[in-house]
């Protein structure tokens, strides 16, 4: 272990350095990373995040130099992913006056991955302060950057942002801020951004308006290099990373529908699309022309392809449109089914599996979580009975979730 480094007046780094070729998201990190991890000496001492479960006894013994883990007040966890909270498996015994502080997402997965079910929690939202007593912490949440659960921690009187994932870089480095590094970290930097948070951009902007309201002097994140100097480039580059570049993309979105459920999600598909300033059409196969609706998809960066289901099969005139399909040459288009149903929604995979059938990147649950480590998008969309409230949210992501990959296809 190296020596704690203080960033500001009782604030210190207690992580871990890596410098093992690291197995991380289907990655191999070549320069291996740090699990950064903060102590905030206050009169209520607080710990910001943790370092990975490999390293938790270890992490307890370095922070204990510091302090009594008795004396902790707040374990503050701004993201639950095992490379972060994964030392609250070690530290949250040595530490049993510490009250954990974390978005309402998180306190499930924290009391089942280190069995904290006993543990007092501090549910915070968007724009809560916490005074930990001579110093003052704000929270933004920023879900689904990466993960639903995710927030990030700013302390008000010494203007230091603690963003977890974001802003980090991936190199296992003694010179813990990024200005003694040695080097320009713009390339980690930038291939860190494109590796972890680049398939989540449209949270980025969420994040930087958020970060307007804020006066942040330093981003400390919990990978790599700690941000004192130019602060604005690095957020700039984010924005710039994440900016919408669409314009000339164009979706197809056809259906079939018993109760007018199906045509429901299939308007709400193309109003998220026009959201994007994406054109996106929407046919429905039993009052369109069959070569009406060929020629759309012939012209279309994207197919929304969605029916009811009665006696478990899909209705009407679609399956007229998807026998042609396979014969088509669809390369380089994207495809996905979606779908309300009342009981088993058979319909949507009858979908699915003539979709497969074309040479289309047919989109699937499994390949989004392989591809990204989302699980909030899912692929087809199911959505039963009438679509409101969380289920609108669910083609929400889906449709936003394509928008994003026709912005990575210019
Ligand atoms: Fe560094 Fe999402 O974990």
């Known amino acids: 272990m190296m020596n704690h480094v203080e960033l500001a007046k009782d604030i210190y780094w207690v992580g871990k350095i890596d410098n093992r070729e690291v197995p991380f998201h289907r990655l191999i990190l070549a320069k291996g990373t740090t699990y950064n991890a903060y102590l905030i000496k206050s ?78 929690f501090l549910v915070v939202k968007d724009g809560d302060t916490l005074d930990i007593g001579g110093k003052t912490l704000k929270f933004k949440e920023t879900p689904y950057l990466h993960t639903a659960e995710t927030m990030i921690t700013y302390t008000v009187e010494d203007k230091i942002l603690f963003p977890c994932d974001i802003f980090s870089t991936h190199v296992a480095s003694e010179k813990i801020f990024a200005d003694e590094a040695g080097f320009d970290i713009k390339d980690d930097f930038v291939g860190y951004y494109n590796a972890i948070i680049h398939p989540h951009r449209r949270y980025v902007r969420t994040l930087i308006d958020a970060l307007e309201e804020l006066d942040v002097q330093m981003i400390a994140p919990s990978h790599g290099f700690i941000l004192r100097e130019n602060i604005g480039q690095y957020i700039d580059l984010y924005a710039t990373m994440s900016a919408d570049t669409v314009q000339d993309k164009k979706v197809t979105i056809i259906y079939t529908t018993i109760k007018n459920n199906t045509k429901k999600m299939a308007n709400h598909l193309q109003r998220i699309f026009e959201e994007n300033q994406i054109q996106a059409t ?99 969309v199911r959505v039963r009975f009438s679509p409101k409230g969380e289920q609108l949210a669910k083609i929400e992501h889906s449709a936003g979730f394509v928008a994003d990959l026709l912005r990575s296809a210019i």
């Open 43 to 120: 009169e209520k001492p607080t710990v910001i995040d943790t370092v990975d479960i490999e390293f938790g006894r270890e992490f307890v013994e370095y922070l204990s130099e510091l302090i009594n883990p008795q004396e902790i007040q707040y374990i503050v966890i701004n993201h639950t992913e095992p490379d972060h909270s994964g030392a609250m498996a070690a530290l949250a015994g040595r530490a049993p006056n510490a009250t954990i502080v974390c978005t309402e997402p998180a306190v499930q997965e924290l009391k089942e991955m280190y069995k904290l079910h006993s543990r007092h």
């Open 282 to 380: 929407v046919f429905n196969a039993d009052k369109s022309e069959k070569t009406e609706i060929i020629e759309s998809i012939k012209e279309s960066d994207a197919v929304f392809i969605g029916s009811s289901t009665r006696y478990a099969d899909m209705i009407g005139n679609l399956e007229e449109v998807l026998k042609e399909l396979p014969e088509m040459d669809l390369e380089g288009k994207i495809g996905a089914a979606f779908g309300s149903y009342g009981w088993s929604g058979e319909a949507i995979e009858v979908i699915q599996d003539y979709l497969n059938q074309t040479n289309m990147d047919v989109q699937s649950t499994s390949k989004v979580i392989k591809t990204t480590g989302m699980t909030h998008v899912e692929f087809p």
